[in-house]
Each structure stands twice: as structure tokens, then as C-alpha cells.
Nanobody, 119 residues
Framework: QVQLVQSGGGLVQAGGSLRLSCAAS????????MGWYRQAPGNQRELVGT???????NYADFVKGRFTISGDNAKNTVYLQMNNLKPEDTAVYYC?????????????WGQGTQVTVSS
């Protein structure tokens, strides 16, 4: 059984920074893809960015230059560094991993972390 556990998040003023972490545990053979999504109240879940196991990251236009995704393959962990936060970044943030394990290749999701940016 693979589990993703998120940490970080909270309340910050506009212009501030937060760092989210997401760690995978379980009998993992290989992680091929990691990503971050977010969902604000009344909105659909949207992609924030992704990173491959090789370290290639891509970002949604609305976070480019402000957010950075990085990964630690040895720890099966992905990070989301969020700088210059804006009130419109307020949302629940979710990590997702594409994992090859005994269960085959499946996508797993973290439990979600609330990020609130005050103006």
C-alpha cells in the first residue's frame, strides 16, 4: 500500500512564502511523475506544476516565477516552494505521484493542505 503524506501550509500574508512537502511511503519500485494541484472553494482542481523523476519541472502560467517544485528521489518526497504569495493562491493544495509498485502503475494523492493568503 502506497501512501502520500503532506505537510506544511497554513496562513500567510500576501507577499510571504510557504513550503509544502509530500512524502510517499510503501513498497515503491519507482516514482515516475510528481505533481501539485490546488482547489479553491467553488473552483475545479487545477494543475500547479509537475516534476519528473529526472528533475524536469513545468509550471502553470499563474505560478511561473513564484513557485518552485523540487524532488528528493532518495526520500520519495516532493516539495512546493511558494514565494510572493497572493490572495488568489488561497486553496487546498494536493500532491500526486505516479508510482510503480506491487499494485502496478497507479496515481496516488495526498490528503490536501490548506494554504490561506491574507491581503
Amino acid at each position: 500500500q502506497v501512501q502520500l503524506v503532506q505537510s506544511g501550509g497554513g496562513l500567510v500574508q500576501a507577499g510571504g512564502s510557504l513550503r509544502l512537502s509530500c512524502a510517499a511511503s510503501g513498497r515503491i519500485f519507482r516514482i515516475t511523475f510528481m505533481g501539485w494541484y490546488r482547489q479553491a472553494p467553488g473552483n475545479q482542481r487545477e494543475l500547479v506544476g509537475t516534476i519528473t523523476s529526472g528533475g524536469e519541472a513545468n509550471y502553470a502560467d499563474f505560478v511561473k516565477g513564484r513557485f518552485t517544485i523540487s524532488g528528493d528521489n532518495a526520500k520519495n518526497t516532493v516539495y512546493l516552494q511558494m514565494n510572493n504569495l497572493k490572495p488568489e493562491d488561497t486553496a487546498v493544495y494536493y500532491c500526486t505521484f505516479s508510482v510503480y509498485s506491487y499494485a502496478g502503475i497507479r496515481d496516488y494523492w495526498g490528503q490536501g493542505t490548506q494554504v490561506t493568503v491574507s491581503s
